[in-house]
């Protein structure tokens, strides 16, 4: 009799483990040091693009900085659904990780606006050690009261302009232009007060439209322009440059601070490696990727941010007056 009772304790134990590992992003086993993990890990870009390849680092890193202990799953090219529906799972515990755009994060929490503050950096170098800055940290900081914990600032391409068949050198060109911009206000309201028509499509959505003619051009990060071929379906590109574009890596709060504290300083470590090597790798690659549109047949090249003084001027005016992180973000980086 009491065998049976111990067997049917180890089994009802055994199925709750089964339930909680089923229902919850990471599984994990063990308790302090020996603690193993396996985590989610989801973002909306092809695994071409630096934003996979940077997660693949962060996954190896972490591998080997916990003896195999935490290993990381990931989902690439929006497989777990769109950024609202990542942050959701993310809230709910069934994604540990996500890439998520601070733009769409301005949706969320405005300060993340800050960081489309056009011509800022003078490259993502710039824009990587800004990152260390108090204001980059309390912007990150207000994902606390949602749940939701901002570990740090992925960065890769910078924001270009593409255009189908304009080569366009000035806001005037750009004027009654039909052009795709992140649905991101602060995006939209900069290329809106150059004369375009912002369209907010999601980027699955842009390939087709501008093959099509829906749209005229894109604003796109040098990056995606590559990996998504855009070259194919367009014959200007604008490297301006013009915004820096960076993926906020949010983890739920909870299951972050629920961690060992040397568990989460092993996440921590791995993720600063996958960002400088992000970083560091692509600011590499600006020459090869130009030469790769051209290439392909593409006109490429500059616009000063001269061009767009009286654009830049209305954004600061406008979005200082939001929010006093972004007020505090323009005062520290424009120069
Ligand atoms: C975009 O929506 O433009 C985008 C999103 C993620 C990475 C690159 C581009």
């Known amino acids: ?42 973002h909306i870009t092809p695994t071409s693009h630096m934003w996979h390849i940077a997660s693949e680092k962060f996954a190896e890193e972490l ?26 799972q993310i809230e ?5 990780f996500g890439l998520i755009t601070a733009a769409y994060m ?3 929490s405005p300060s993340f606006a800050a960081w489309f503050m056009p ?12 990152r260390t800055t108090d204001v980059a940290k309390k912007i990150l900081g207000t994902l606390d009261e949602q749940g939701l914990i901002g570990l740090d600032y992925l960065f890769a391409g910078q924001r270009v302009m593409l255009f189908k068949d304009k ?11 039909k052009l795709r911009v992140t649905p991101s206000p602060p995006m939209q309201d900069f290329y809106r007060s150059a004369g375009a028509s912002p369209e907010g499509l999601p980027l699955p959505e842009v390939y087709a439209a501008v093959q099509t003619g829906v749209i005229d051009g894109m604003d796109m990060d040098l990056d995606a322009a590559i990996t998504n071929k855009y070259f194919e379906v367009v ?25 060992p504290e040397a568990d989460q300083k092993i996440i ?19 020459e090869e990727f130009r030469t790769t549109l051209s290439d392909n047949g593409m006109k490429i090249y500059d616009i000063p941010a001269s061009v767009f003084a009286d654009q830049i001027a209305a954004f600061d005016e406008k979005y200082k007056e939001l929010d006093p992180l972004i007020k505090e973000f323009i005062e520290t980086f424009r120069k």
């Open 268 to 286: 921590r470590e791995a993720l600063a490696v996958a960002t400088d090597f992000a970083v560091s790798t692509r600011s590499a690659q600006e």
């Open 167 to 177: 080569e366009v050198l000035t806001p005037e060109d750009m004027s009654g232009l």
């Open 235 to 259: 014959d200007y590109g604008a490297v301006t440059n013009h915004m820096v574009w960076p993926a906020v890596v949010t983890v739920n709060k909870s299951t972050f601070e629920g961690m």
């Open 119 to 130: 011509y800022a950096f003078k490259d993502i170098n710039a824009a990587h050690e800004a």
């Open 63 to 88: 591998e080997s900085k916990s003896d195999g202990r935490m290993k990381v799953e990931i989902y690439p090219a929006s497989q777990l659904g769109t950024e609202a529906d990542m942050v959701q």
């Open 92 to 96: 709910a515990g069934s994604i540990d």
């Open 106 to 108: 301005s949706s969320r």
């Open 1 to 42: 009799m009491k065998k049976m009772k111990r067997n049917l304790s180890l089994v009802l134990v055994i199925s709750l483990l089964l339930i909680v590992a089923a229902c919850g992003g990471s599984q994990s086993s063990g308790d302090g040091a020996d603690k193993s993990y396996t985590f989610k890990l989801a």
